[in-house]
């Protein structure tokens, strides 16, 4: 017997998992999957970045389902456009050999009226990002009343994009649901009191890798560089793993922007992701980057806000990360689903003791290049 069926899931969809080249349940998953396909609950599930939870959540979520009820019954809430497709076609996949489960996702950036026309087909789940559902319900363009199970998927950084309002707004309308579901990398505490205002005071909790919630695969460097010198170290680490993908943060849009254009000036491909872009230029960049034909990224942290693009070798951070959830959001990029990866720091003078702090705060040793 495989060892999701062991956990309780279907065959036909272990069928459709497999050839996604998911056999072996991770951690999140092991743990979630047999309490979210047995009775009805709230689940609090606590996991760094990259180690399964859409499989974790979205299995049970699918084994949940009356494919022959043409109603929606599933709700997602991801924080971004590219998480929401993405889980999208997740679940699409993981449905291959079994009854059709329909699936649509709905977020900002696109036209509404398109949306609309496409949840008057038979919906089984809605992906959504909190913002366009909001506005969806305002126009009463969906029915959220057979509802029986939501997931609010990185509900920490639906927090820090600000969607407080509107997630306490749907949720409030979700009051009925049998199973409310919640995973975060991070538990600020603006989430508990998301938690404590619509999460059942008895539900399941699950916590993976402790207090870490910085994947143990990703090796931590620095590199000591004045301002003036970070763009000639960055260069040259770049030339020295010529070929292999990942990702460069900087603070803000006008950074990313400079550091863009200083490196095409060196002759490297790299594009930038920042928040000026429009809607069609984000997608060229990240189709580009997903299909390979662009290694390099150079990104804000609002704009890579829910990026999962596999075989990323490395993150750079340019510029240190404000914040720890920020630090931890960035490195998650790489070392995902198992593999191995580096995440750099070029640290001028100001920025060691805010290295430091993440060193002590997220239990984690930086290593010295260079």
């Known amino acids: 017997m495989n060892k999701f069926e062991e956990l309780g899931v279907k065959s036909s969809f272990v069928k459709g998992i497999s050839e996604l080249n998911i056999i072996t349940p991770t951690e999140i998953q092991s743990q979630a999957i047999p309490i979210l396909l047995g009775s009805n609950t709230d689940l609090i599930g606590q996991a760094q970045t990259g180690t399964g939870k859409t499989a974790a959540y979205g299995l049970p979520l699918l084994q949940k389902i009356n494919p022959s009820t043409k109603k929606v019954q599933g709700l997602i809430l991801c924080p971004t456009r590219e998480l929401g497709q993405q889980v999208a076609k997740q679940l699409f996949r993981f449905t291959k050999y079994s009854d059709k489960i329909f699936t649509e996702a709905v977020y900002g950036g696109a036209k509404i009226d398109n949306q609309i026309n496409a949840l008057k087909r038979p919906t089984h789940i809605i992906v959504a990002t909190p913002g366009r559902l909001v506005d969806l319900l305002k126009r009463k363009a969906v029915?959220?009343?057979?509802?029986?199970?939501?997931?609010?998927?990185?509900?920490?950084?639906?927090?820090?994009?600000?969607?407080?309002?509107?997630?306490?707004?749907?949720?409030?309308?979700?009051?009925?649901?049998?199973?409310?579901?919640?995973?975060?990398?991070?538990?600020?505490?603006?989430?508990?009191?998301?938690?404590?205002?619509?999460?059942?005071?008895?539900?399941?909790?699950?916590?993976?890798?402790?207090?870490?919630?910085?994947?143990?695969?990703?090796?931590?460097?620095?590199?000591?560089?004045?301002?003036?010198?970070?763009?000639?170290?960055?260069?040259?680490?770049?030339?020295?793993?010529?070929?292999?993908?990942?990702?460069?943060?900087?603070?803000?849009?006008?950074?990313?922007?400079?550091?863009?254009?200083?490196?095409?000036?060196?002759?490297?491909?790299?594009?930038?992701?920042?928040?000026?872009?429009?809607?069609?230029?984000?997608?060229?960049?990240?189709?580009?980057?997903?299909?390979?034909?662009?290694?390099?990224?150079?990104?804000?942290?609002?704009?890579?806000?829910?990026?999962?693009?596999?075989?990323?070798?490395?993150?750079?951070?340019?510029?240190?990360?404000?914040?720890?959830?920020?630090?931890?959001?960035?490195?998650?990029?790489?070392?995902?689903?198992?593999?191995?990866?580096?995440?750099?720091?070029?640290?001028?003078?100001?920025?060691?003791?805010?290295?430091?702090?993440?060193?002590?705060?997220l239990d984690i040793r930086f290593l010295k290049k260079g």
């Open 143 to 361: 029915n959220l009343s057979n509802v029986s199970t939501v997931i609010l998927d990185e509900a920490d950084e639906m927090l820090s994009m600000g969607f407080k309002e509107d997630l306490d707004e749907i949720l409030s309308r979700l009051s009925a649901s049998k199973n409310k579901w919640l995973f975060s990398a991070t538990m600020p505490q603006a989430l508990n009191q998301i938690i404590n205002k619509h999460i059942s005071a008895d539900a399941k909790k699950i916590v993976v890798g402790k207090s870490n919630v910085v994947n143990k695969d990703i090796e931590h460097q620095y590199i000591n560089s004045k301002d003036n010198e970070k763009l000639n170290v960055l260069v040259n680490f770049l030339r020295a793993n010529d070929g292999k993908r990942g990702m460069i943060f900087c603070r803000t849009k006008a950074n990313a922007q400079r550091l863009s254009k200083q490196l095409v000036a060196k002759n490297i491909a790299v594009d930038a992701l920042h928040g000026d872009l429009l809607q069609k230029e984000r997608d060229k960049v990240m189709r580009a980057f997903k299909k390979n034909s662009l290694k390099l990224l150079v990104a804000t942290d609002i704009a890579a806000r829910g990026l999962d693009v596999d075989n990323l070798l490395f993150v750079v951070h340019y510029q240190m990360a404000e914040k720890k959830e920020y630090y931890t959001h960035r490195s998650g990029r790489t070392a995902r689903a198992g593999k191995k990866g580096i995440s750099l720091c070029l640290v001028n003078p100001t920025e060691i003791n805010q290295m430091k702090y993440f060193e002590k705060e």
